[in-house]
Each structure stands twice: as C-alpha cells, then as structure tokens.
C-alpha cells in the first residue's frame, strides 16, 4: 500500500489493510435493497400517519402531538436512505461529494436521536395519563407537548453540528468514502456523546413502560382484553428499542473501543466494520416499525385511519374522544391513550 493510501485508509480508524474496508458485491446489494424497501415502508406509513393526524378533529392530546413529532422525525430520518442505497449500489463509492456526505450524517443522527426522545415523551405521558390520570391533567396539555418538542429540536439539532464542520470523505484507491454514513470514524470522547444521547430517553421509556405495566396488572376496574391491549403496545415500543438502537448503541461503543487497536487483525476490524453497518441498517428500521406504534396503541388515530381509509363520515366519538376522558379517573385515560 503506497503512502497516500495510508494516509487516507487512516481516516477509516487506521486501517492496516486496504481490504479490511472493502464491502464484497453482495453485501453491498443487501445494504442497498434493504434500504430501498425499508425507504418505501416508512415513507408510505408516516406519510399516512400525517394525513390522519392532520384531518383528526377536537383538541390535540400531548400524545399526538409528540407522535405528529416523532413522524415527521421519521420522515426525516429515512430520507437519506437513498443516498446510503447509492453509495452501496455504487459499490461503496460516494459520488455527491463532502458537503453531501456531512448533510447526510447530520440528518441521519439528528432525527434518530429526535425519534429516540419522542418516543420517550411519549413513554412520559402515557405514565401520566395512566398512572397519575387526575393530577396529571394541569400539565398534560397540548400547548407543553408543543414547547417541550420545540425544546428537544433545538437540543438535537445543536448537539449534532460538530458533524457538519468536520472532515468527512476519504480517497482510497479512486474511490471516495462517506466516513459520516456509518461514523466509521473512532474517537473515545464519542463514548461519552453516544452514552448521553442515548441513555436517557432509554431509560426513561422503560422505567415509564415498566411502571405503566406494573399498574395496569394492579388496577383493578380495568378490563382484561384492555389491559392485553395496552400491554401489547408496550412490548412493542421496547421491541423497537432492543431491536432497532440498542443494538447498534453497544456495537457503536465496541467499534469505538476495539477498532483502532494495533493489535486487531484485519479479519477483526472487517467484523467490527460489518457489525457497526448491520446495527445502523436496523436503526433504520424504527421509521417502518412506529406507524404500527400509532396504529395498534392509539384509538383515536384507529378510528381516524378507518374513517379516511373507507370513506366514513366523522361521528360523535370522535368529539368525545378528546378532552371529555380527561376529566375521568385512570381506567378511561388508559383506554384513551391504548
């Protein structure tokens, strides 16, 4: 390997070997059709999902509006999804360029991150509306759902400029890398950034979920095909969460901490390369995955889908829908919310 491919393979975390760094044909097929259908999915499900929440009539829940959020984080998040197809089908060549290449990374971490805390706000009402149904009803207002989203943006979105004014292609052998698609770069202080961006609002959805299920088995004026229902939707946001970020959560923190070792044979960083690609492909997944969120954990936006879908007209329900379960104890602001 000549000088200037060293020079360049060491943006890759310093790379020994040129190869340790090449994707075979085949993976790069996988990479690019799996983001095309998952593309597809997320667009055509949160697409959707916008459309019911913008012709849903009556007051806006707090619930809603972070899920009008998290959607359109969604959105987002998957629109760069055909540049990662590009650059796989291209086998592994990134043909748009530096400023591209920054703006991709940058709204890819922007709103996964966003999605991760929306979902968490989401975790935290749903514990209010169940658990502390009456007291929680002087703040469980759209109008904080609102500031508090506006607020989680701006925090988002400012944590994640460092990625638009670093360096991030590199030459190998004519062929450029995006070094921002999968963060194939290493750095310990990332530990620290990738701890407490995601730590938080995992915990704080499982401890909300948990504890929501913990009371939904101790209530005693809940219905039991109520109480299935609800807790299905919560083993469906954990799912989400163990299948689509922890996992690339702990192989972003092994990759950070093995990849660089000068000890590492080339066999070992080109299995450390494909785990941290395999995890961010499934990251992607959660944009498929939340509009099942909306449809089997939300009633009101079941009955909104199903009225837009075959052509119904808007019924009374969907006025009492709203802030009349407000001012009931927790067995109807759980039905409300499941």
Not at 23 to 33: C, D, K, Q, T, V
Not at 50 to 79: E, I, K, M, T, W
Not at 305 to 311: A, D, I
Request: hydrophobic residues 45%; proline residues 4%.
């Amino acid at each position: 390997m000549n000088t200037s491919s060293m020079e360049s393979a060491s943006l890759l975390s310093n790379q020994s070997n040129e190869s340790c760094s090449r994707e075979p044909a085949l993976e790069n097929i996988l990479f690019a059709g799996f983001y095309i259908v998952v593309f597809l999915l997320a667009l055509i499900g949160n697409g959707l999902a916008l459309l019911v929440f913008s012709r849903q009539r009556g007051p806006a829940s707090p619930a809603n509006v972070f899920l009008v959020h998290l959607a359109v984080a969604d959105l987002c998040y998957v629109a760069i999804l055909p540049l990662r197809a590009t650059y796989h089908l291209m086998g592994g060549h990134w043909p748009f360029g530096e400023v591209p290449c920054r703006l991709a990374g940058f709204l890819f971490y922007v709103n996964m991150y966003a999605s991760l805390y929306f979902l968490a706000c989401v975790a935290g009402d749903r514990y209010l509306a169940v658990v502390h149904a009456v007291r929680s009803m002087k703040i469980r207002y759209a109008r904080y759902a609102h500031i508090a989203s506006a607020a989680l943006w701006v925090l988002v979105t400012v944590s994640m400029v460092p990625l638009l004014v670093t360096q991030q292609t590199a030459q190998v052998d004519n062929t450029t890398i995006c070094l921002q698609l999968y963060r194939e770069k290493t750095s310990r202080r990332a530990l620290v950034s990738l701890a407490v961006a995601f730590t938080p609002p995992f915990l704080t959805t499982l401890a909300c979920y948990l504890l929501i299920a913990r009371s939904l088995q101790q209530g005693v004026r809940l219905e039991s095909e109520l109480k299935t229902k609800a807790l299905r939707t919560i083993g469906l946001v954990l799912l989400i969460y163990l299948l689509c970020f922890l996992p690339y959560h702990v192989s972003r923190a092994t990759f950070i901490l093995s990849h660089g070792h000068p000890g590492a044979s080339c066999e070992a960083r080109r299995g450390l390369l494909l785990g941290n690609r395999l995890t961010s492909s499934l990251t992607c997944l959660n944009g498929a995955l939340d509009p099942l969120v909306y449809l089997f954990g939300a009633e009101k936006f079941r009955d909104s889908l199903r009225r837009l879908l075959c052509g119904e007209k808007a019924g009374q329900s969907v006025a009492t829908n709203g802030e009349g379960k407000r001012t009931h104890e927790s067995s109807l602001s759980a039905k409300s919310e499941f």
